[in-house]
C-alpha cells in the first residue's frame, strides 16, 4: 500500500498546470489593474482642473436712495467686490517637490 500511494502520480500534471494558469491569470489581473488606477488618476485630474478653474469672482454695485424733500441720502450701500487669483495648484501649476539625495551619516552606537 505505501508502495502504491509513493508510485501513485495522477493529477500531478493536471496540478502543475492549474498553479500555471493561476499564475497567468494573477499577472494579467495586476496589469489591468494598474491600467484601471492610472485611467482613474487621470480622471479625477480632470475633475480638479476643473474645479481649478472655475471662477469665483463677484461683484456688486452700491446703492443710494435720496429723501423726497431733497434733504440728502434716506439711504446708502457701498458695493463690494472680490477678484478670483490663481492658486498655488490650480490646474496643475505646482510640482512633487521632492529633495535631492543625502548620503547616510556614520552610525550611532
Same mark, same amino acid.
Not at 500500500?1 to 497567468?24: H, Y
Not at 487669483?85 to 510640482?95: A, I, K, L, S
Given at each position: 500500500?505505501?508502495?502504491?500511494?509513493?508510485?501513485?502520480?495522477?493529477?500531478?500534471?493536471?496540478? @502543475?498546470?492549474?498553479?500555471?494558469?493561476?499564475?497567468?491569470?494573477?499577472? %494579467?489581473?495586476?496589469? /489591468?489593474?494598474?491600467?484601471?488606477?492610472? @485611467?482613474?488618476?487621470?480622471?479625477?485630474?480632470?475633475?480638479?482642473? @476643473?474645479? %481649478? @478653474?472655475?471662477?469665483?469672482?463677484?461683484?456688486?454695485?452700491?446703492?443710494?436712495?435720496?429723501?423726497?424733500?431733497?434733504?440728502?441720502?434716506?439711504?446708502?450701500?457701498? %458695493?463690494?467686490?472680490?477678484?478670483?487669483?490663481?492658486?498655488? *495648484?490650480?490646474?496643475?501649476? *505646482?510640482?512633487?517637490? *521632492?529633495?535631492?539625495?543625502?548620503?547616510? /551619516?556614520?552610525?550611532?552606537?
Amino acid at each position: 500500500m505505501l508502495r502504491a500511494l509513493l508510485n501513485d502520480e495522477s493529477g500531478f500534471i493536471v496540478s @502543475a498546470e492549474l498553479v500555471l494558469i493561476a499564475t497567468i491569470l494573477v499577472i %494579467g489581473l495586476i496589469v /489591468g489593474l494598474s491600467s484601471i488606477q492610472h @485611467a482613474v488618476v487621470a480622471e479625477l485630474n480632470d475633475v480638479g482642473d @476643473a474645479i %481649478g @478653474a472655475a471662477n469665483q469672482s463677484y461683484w456688486y454695485t452700491g446703492f443710494s436712495a435720496e429723501k423726497i424733500d431733497g434733504g440728502g441720502l434716506k439711504a446708502y450701500t457701498r %458695493g463690494t467686490a472680490f477678484q478670483d487669483e490663481t492658486d498655488d *495648484c490650480d490646474n496643475d501649476q *505646482c510640482d512633487i517637490a *521632492c529633495d535631492v539625495p543625502v548620503n547616510e /551619516g556614520p552610525k550611532r552606537i
